[in-house]
Nanobody
């Protein structure tokens, strides 16, 4: 069984920073692409940042220059460094990973449980 566990969310003031982490555990053969999504109340879940197995990154326009996605393959972990936070960044943040479980052919997408990020004065 595979699970993704997120941490690092919380309450911060505008202009502050947070670092989210998501660690995969279980019978993981390999980790391919990984990403962070967020969902605000009443809104759809949307992609925030994406990183490929080779380290290439893509960001939503709203977070470019402020957020940085990275990964540590030795720790099966993906990070999201969030700087210059704005109230509109408030949402539940979810990590997503494209994993191969047990073998390279048993491949699928997995989601973390979500962590709340609140940006408010």
């Amino acid at each position: 069984q595979v699970q993704l566990v997120e941490s690092g969310g919380g309450l911060v003031q505008p202009g502050g920073s947070l670092r989210l982490s998501c660690t995969a555990s279980g019978s993981i053969f390999s980790i391919n692409d990984m990403g962070w999504y967020r969902q605000a109340p009443g809104k759809e879940r949307r992609l925030v940042a994406h990183i490929t197995g080779g380290g290439s990154t893509i960001y939503a326009d709203s977070v470019k220059g402020r957020f940085t996605i990275s990964r540590d393959n030795a720790k099966n972990t993906v990070y999201l460094q969030m700087n210059s936070l704005k109230p509109e960044d408030t949402a539940v943040y979810y990590c997503n990973a494209d994993l191969s479980v047990g073998s390279t052919w048993n491949r699928g997408a997995y989601w973390g449980q979500g962590t709340q990020v609140t940006v408010s004065s």
